[in-house]
Structure formats: structure tokens, C-alpha cells
């Protein structure tokens, strides 16, 4: 049975940071991409990071420069390192694992149940 579990979200102040954590079992990720996305209330679901079995990693705009992916094959385990956080970076943050997956959405298979990151003022 594949599981995404991820953890480390919390609620912390504009500016400051948060290491997320996602740990998948069930099979080995290593020729996967992961990734992050994220939901905010009443907004869809977006792209946040993705990092490809080669480590090629992939952003986007709005955290670019903030935001750090990267990944444990060993662990299984891929990691969302954010600085300088944002009122408007407060959503629910999951992990997920597809194939060529990418930045579409709709490629990824495999998704965790996510982890509340909240920012505050």
C-alpha cells in the first residue's frame, strides 16, 4: 500500500520558516518525481516545487528564491525547505510522486493528505 505522509507544517510569523517533510512507503520513488503543491481556502490547487529523479528541480514564480526542494532516495523521502515566508504562502501543503510528472497536476499519482502552513502577521 503507497503512502505519502507529510509533516512539519505550523503556524509562524511573516518572514520566518518552515522545513516540510513528506515520506513515501509502499514502493521505492526513486525514478519519480515529487512534488509539492498547495490549496489555500476557496483557491485551486497549485504547483508549489518539483524535484526529478536526476534532482533537476522546478519552481514556482511565487516562491521562487524562498522556497528549497530536495530529496533523500535512501529515505524516500523529499523535503520543502521555505524562508521568508508570506501571509499569502498559508494553504494546505501536499506532497506528491508521479512519473515524468513535472509541473502538471494531473500526473502525478500518488498524493499525501497534506499539512496546514499557516503565516501570520
Known amino acids: 500500500q503507497v503512502q505519502l505522509v507529510e509533516s512539519g507544517g505550523g503556524l509562524v510569523q511573516a518572514g520566518g520558516s518552515l522545513r516540510l517533510s513528506c515520506v513515501a512507503s509502499?514502493?521505492?520513488?526513486?525514478?519519480?518525481?515529487m512534488a509539492w503543491f498547495r490549496q489555500a481556502p476557496g483557491k485551486e490547487r497549485e504547483f508549489v516545487a518539483a524535484?526529478?529523479?536526476?534532482?533537476?528541480?522546478y519552481y514556482a514564480d511565487s516562491v521562487k528564491g524562498r522556497f528549497t526542494i530536495s530529496r533523500d532516495k535512501a529515505k524516500n523521502t523529499v523535503y520543502l525547505q521555505m524562508n521568508s515566508l508570506k501571509l499569502e504562502d498559508t494553504a494546505v501543503y501536499h506532497c506528491?510522486?508521479?512519473?515524468?510528472?513535472?509541473?502538471?497536476?494531473?500526473?502525478?499519482?500518488?498524493w499525501g493528505q497534506g499539512t496546514q502552513v499557516t503565516v501570520s502577521s
Open positions: 506528491a510522486a508521479g512519473v515524468n510528472a513535472g509541473r502538471w497536476m494531473s500526473a502525478y499519482n500518488y
Open positions: 509502499g514502493r521505492t520513488f526513486s525514478t519519480d518525481y
Open positions: 524535484i526529478s529523479w536526476s534532482f533537476s528541480t
